[in-house]
């Protein structure tokens, strides 16, 4: 338990100083008192931010660890989703008296791809 704490804090703490920012340009910005103004007014996730701004140009060079491992771990997702959930609906919409299959889930299940 007490291994599983610690691997999870450090963790936690190499995740956290990607999050951190660029100390040295807040730096160099409070000593000058200029203001560096962002890629864009829009936020990131805006429609319209593709039409006015070069999203790349606003993205930081470190990307968030995480967003690597989701690239990593997808596939697995997707296995996990064709071997395990999809039989799963399938068992249970052949019984829904038994199992609580309701028009809602069959609608969900009916919209995947």
């Not at 703490?13 to 807040?26: F, I, R, V």
Request: aromatic residues 10%; proline residues 7%; charged residues 15%.
């Amino acid at each position: 338990m007490r291994t599983t704490a610690l691997a999870v804090g450090m963790l936690l703490l190499a995740t956290a100083a990607g999050c951190a920012g660029n100390h040295q340009q807040q730096t160099s910005a409070d000593a000058d008192g200029s203001y560096t103004p962002p890629a864009s007014i829009y936020s990131v996730m805006d429609p319209t931010s593709l039409i006015y701004t070069d999203v790349a140009a606003g993205a930081s060079p470190s990307d968030n660890p995480w967003r690597w491992s989701g690239f990593l771990l997808h596939p697995l997702g997707v296995a996990m989703d064709y071997g395990l959930n999809r039989p799963i609906y399938t068992l249970t919409s052949k019984m829904p008296y038994l199992f609580g299959y309701t028009s809602e889930d069959s609608m969900l299940d009916s919209q995947r791809r």
